[in-house]
């Protein structure tokens, strides 16, 4: 019956699979009588025991726990508030709130917490699939709301996380795009003498995303040496785009620059400067960003894509699904195959292995399996 004694908590059967769990909460200010918790929990008894051991070590640690009588929407909130937002950055918290007004709160808002049942959030899942959606965002909304619930079971409010076993449909990998060399120079003359071609010539010659290159700043930069540092990145938000560290640790890192791009980021600092000198106290000095707008402030990529990157495409007669970040895997493309070694493309994408650009990028790379064929019968057969 009693857990660790009456006086910590008591677990009392109510019939087939149904559990009353009650917990001591303090006594009355007035009466000095004690007061209890309690919930009623359906499964196992170790799922009673689970839930009871819960409640008393969130209390012992001072976590002030309610009966989860509350609505899933409320306790959304609660959790965005307390858990997510402390972890997780200004555009990843707003991707979250939407994510579950969109597809979670309209379905299963009101229900309470302590009741909620897997099948129901199967239910929600099929209805998405039914509606069309992709198989990344049914994922990514029960991942954001069964992160919402393994909390809620931390805290004590739920004896299991009913998210945890839903099915979701399997995430295709999304086809990679690169343009060709011949597509590339067909781009490169379509941008000669727009306002951001110095961008784009960068974007191909770094691999750098797009997020890294907008945030870049002049200090980042050393024309001499002929190199730039990442050391940061920009997002947009609900607030408006702000900067942020970048991705991971090997995100950071210097790459050097062709003497072409170099001489052209010389070029654009120099008209960037007259452009600043003309605005005087109109224009934004302190951020000193190598890509600004016109009053120095960073760009907004979106913008950037619909009034500049989009139409050069149109312009060059290449596929307008091609994205701005497919300059990335323009770059590591074709340094693959022109034989450049897998850890120098590692390196200059930042990626934490070779390994990760091995499984992103071999499919791209054509007659590598063959060429190593024909080393070998030399190798082996024509001693």
């Not at 997020?211 to 001499?224: I, N, P, Q, R």
């Not at 060059?316 to 120098?344: Q, W």
């Amino acid at each position: 019956m009693a857990a660790s004694g009456k006086r910590a908590g008591q677990i009392i059967s109510r019939g087939d699979r149904r559990w009353l769990v009650r917990w001591f909460v303090g006594r009355d200010d007035t009466t000095g009588k004690r007061k209890y918790a309690s919930k009623t929990i359906h499964g196992t008894k170790r799922d009673a025991q689970k839930y009871l051991n819960s409640i008393l070590r969130s209390r012992d640690l001072g976590i002030a726990i309610e009966p989860a009588r509350i609505t899933l929407g409320r306790y959304l909130d609660k959790w965005l508030e307390t858990s997510a937002k402390p972890r997780v950055s200004t555009r990843t918290l707003d991707d979250y709130r939407w994510t579950l007004a969109k597809y979670i709160r309209p379905k299963l808002g009101s229900r309470r917490l302590d009741q909620i049942r897997p099948l129901e959030i199967q239910a929600v899942v099929s209805e998405m699939q039914e509606q069309g959606l992709s198989a990344r965002t049914i994922r990514l909304a029960r991942s954001i709301l069964s992160s919402a619930l393994k909390q809620a079971v931390r805290w004590g409010m739920l004896a299991a996380n009913p998210a945890e076993h839903v099915d979701v449909p399997k995430q295709r990998r999304r086809e990679m795009k690169a343009l060709s060399a011949e597509q590339v120079a067909r781009f490169r003359t379509a941008a000669r003498g727009s306002l951001w071609e110095v961008l784009f010539d960068l974007a191909l010659a770094t691999g750098m995303r797009p997020s890294e290159y907008l945030a870049l700043t002049w200090k980042d930069v050393d024309l001499k040496a002929g190199t730039l540092a990442v050391r940061r990145a920009i997002e947009e938000t609900s607030q408006g785009v702000q900067f942020k560290e970048t991705k991971t640790a090997s995100s950071r890192r210097t790459i050097p620059l062709p003497p072409t791009l170099t001489r052209a980021l010389d070029e654009h600092r120099r008209r960037q400067a007259e452009h600043a000198m003309k605005l005087g106290p109109a224009y934004d000095r302190d951020l000193e960003l190598v890509f600004a707008n016109e009053v120095g402030r960073p760009l907004n990529p979106r913008n950037l894509i619909q009034r500049h990157f989009k139409p050069i495409l149109k312009q060059a007669g290449l596929p307008k699904s091609f994205r701005l970040y497919d300059l990335r895997h323009t770059c590591a493309t074709l340094m693959l195959a022109s034989g450049e070694n897998i850890k120098v493309v590692a390196e200059r994408l930042g990626h934490a292995s070779p390994a990760m650009t091995l499984d992103v990028y071999v499919h791209v790379v054509p007659g590598q399996q063959e060429a190593a064929t024909a080393k070998l019968e030399e190798i082996l057969f024509e001693g």
